[in-house]
């Protein structure tokens, strides 16, 4: 069966640019400072699934947190993810430099 085309590319062609292309996208993100966390935080996002971290406040104290992340927003400064937080039943903003130990769950 053949594959259509795609402004005068063939379909297969554009399919393999757009798989390489995010996954260039994923190996340039992890190079970066706190990359690696903003790619768990994209792949829950996507795949619809809650993290689970550490957390660092601003006055130093140590949290644990389950959120479902949303989105991505810059606050100030900071890069921020937005989710619903599980501990504190709320819309919560999180900035990306003070998680750590992040993991993708399935559920809290």
């Known amino acids: 069966m053949a594959m259509g085309w795609i402004l ?6 554009w399919i393999i640019n757009y798989f390489l292309a995010k996954h260039r996208r994923k190996l340039m993100l992890a190079k ?8 768990l935080i994209d792949e829950a996002i ?3 699934k809650l993290i689970h971290f550490s957390y ?3 006055n130093g104290e140590l949290s ?14 900071s890069q921020c993810v937005v ?10 903003f999180f900035a990306i430099a003070r998680i750590n130990d992040i993991k993708i769950v399935d559920s809290p």
């Open 8 to 13: 005068g590319v063939p379909a297969g062609v």
């Open 32 to 39: 970066l400072p706190h990359g690696k966390i903003i790619v």
């Open 46 to 48: 996507n795949k619809n």
């Open 56 to 58: 660092q406040k601003s």
């Open 64 to 77: 644990v947190r389950t959120v479902k992340p949303k989105y991505f927003k810059q606050y100030g400064k």
């Open 83 to 92: 989710g619903w937080c599980n501990l504190r039943r709320a819309k919560r």
